[in-house]
């Protein structure tokens, strides 16, 4: 007897302008009036409280400062239409061993995204990632993340 396997089908992933224009369309549906942007200096206050709000894993200052300074293509925060940040996503680039292992890629690591808890499921997190990823390849030209 012979069985038949189901060939499992791939759903194919998302191109990072897709995704971008995904986030878009969220943004104008949910969250009108937000806006998301380049972090800045001035931000890192309230990115840091932000984080320690949401999150278990904190940070010093020194920390933010330091992935403003190096990897600040790729830090956004979201902006609320009082112009009050709600929420942010930041990212370092990395080298790792790649698929064959004999070469080093470049990598995208998101270190931490959160958005304030009032301001959740209107897609700012969804928008933040997909600012970040379009960043990450065409910015720094990471190759995975
Ligand atoms: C994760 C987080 C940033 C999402 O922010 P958000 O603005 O509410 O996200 P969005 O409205 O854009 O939702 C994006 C998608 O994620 C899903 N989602 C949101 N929060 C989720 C959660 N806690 N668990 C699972 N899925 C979640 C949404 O349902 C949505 O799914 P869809 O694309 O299928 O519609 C926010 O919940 C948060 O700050 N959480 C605490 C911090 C945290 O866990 N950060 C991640 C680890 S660093």
Redesign the pocket.
Known sequence: MILWRKKKIEEPRPSITEVYREATR?LRD?APGYAIRLADEGDLEEVRAINLA??P?NYPMYFFRDLLKNHGKAFYV?ESPNNVVV?YVMCRIERKPGFFRHFLVKSGH?V??????E???????????AYALKSLYEEYGCEET
């Open positions: 969220r949910k949401c999150l894993e979201a929420g998101i931490s995204i959160a958005v304030l808890r301001h959740r499921k209107r897609g700012l997190g969804y928008a933040l990632m």
